[in-house]
């Protein structure tokens, strides 16, 4: 069955770390656009940063909020994608998302696909 | 950073209605527009991309249209699961954007 399986939320303190997994199923994430996407508690969603493809120069791009504070890696041997958050602020506060995005011929061509459930963090002391 | 309205921000309707969604980007977009449905509790589903085209699975009663920087999501007759919020979000451009969504609820 292809299925993204985030974990790693749960209660943090401001200016504290976390790591956040998604682990993957029925797909190789090496051959995927991976990217994380999180939702404020009754907001809207807000695009962190994907991964691109080891075959499309496998780059990583960052939301202007979290550059510098959150890292995004991938494992190809546990088939896993990853988001390091550091120096965690009160509005970090969400439900993160990994997703897959379907990547068409043109620069604009592509959309989200598949959703992992999320895992919340908590930012708060 | 292309910012993305969608109007209106809530909507309630019946079943049976025909109901139309839009969503207003500040900059030209071409097709690049897509939409998605989210429950309470779950993650976004995709429905529609590249402004028209329907995503395998998702009934037929969904369409959207649009091009350039006004865009809609119609659906045709409300069934009682349509009832959820709903998302565009562009492509186009780096980073990718989504609207602040609408929710649809039952009248």
């Known amino acids: 069955e292809v299925q993204l399986v985030e974990s790693g939320g749960g209660l943090i303190k401001p200016g504290g770390s976390l790591t956040l997994s998604c682990a993957a199923s029925?797909?190789?994430?090496?051959?995927?656009?991976m990217t994380w996407v999180r939702q404020a508690p009754g907001k809207g969603l807000e695009w962190i940063g994907r991964?691109?493809?080891?075959?499309?120069?496998?780059?990583?791009d960052y939301a202007a909020p979290v550059k510098g504070r959150f890292s995004i890696s991938r494992d190809d041997s546990k088939n896993t994608l990853y988001l390091q958050m550091k120096s965690l602020k009160t509005e970090d506060t969400a439900v993160y998302y990994c997703?897959?995005?379907?990547?068409?011929?043109?620069?604009?061509?592509?959309?989200?696909?598949?959703w992992g459930r999320g895992t919340l963090v908590t930012v708060s002391s | 950073d292309i910012q993305m309205t969608q109007s209106p921000s809530s909507l309630s309707a019946s079943v049976g209605d025909r109901v139309t969604i839009t969503c207003r980007a500040s900059?030209?977009?071409?097709?690049?527009l897509n939409w998605y449905q989210q429950k309470p509790g779950r993650a976004p589903k995709l429905l529609i991309y590249?402004?028209?085209n329907l995503q395998s699975g998702v009934p037929s009663r969904f369409t959207g249209s649009g091009s350039g920087t006004d865009f809609a999501l119609t659906i045709s007759t409300l069934q009682p699961e349509d009832f959820a919020t709903y998302y565009c979000?562009?492509?186009?451009?780096?980073?990718?954007?989504f609207g602040q969504g609408t929710k649809l609820e039952i009248k």
């Open positions: 029925g797909f190789t994430v090496t051959n995927a656009w």
């Open positions: 900059q030209i977009l071409s097709i690049y």
């Open positions: 590249g402004a028209s």
């Open positions: 979000q562009q492509s186009y451009s780096s980073p990718p954007t």
């Open positions: 997703t897959t995005e379907v990547v068409g011929d043109e620069p604009g061509d592509w959309y989200f696909d598949l």
């Open positions: 991964f691109k493809s080891k075959t499309d120069g496998g780059t990583i």
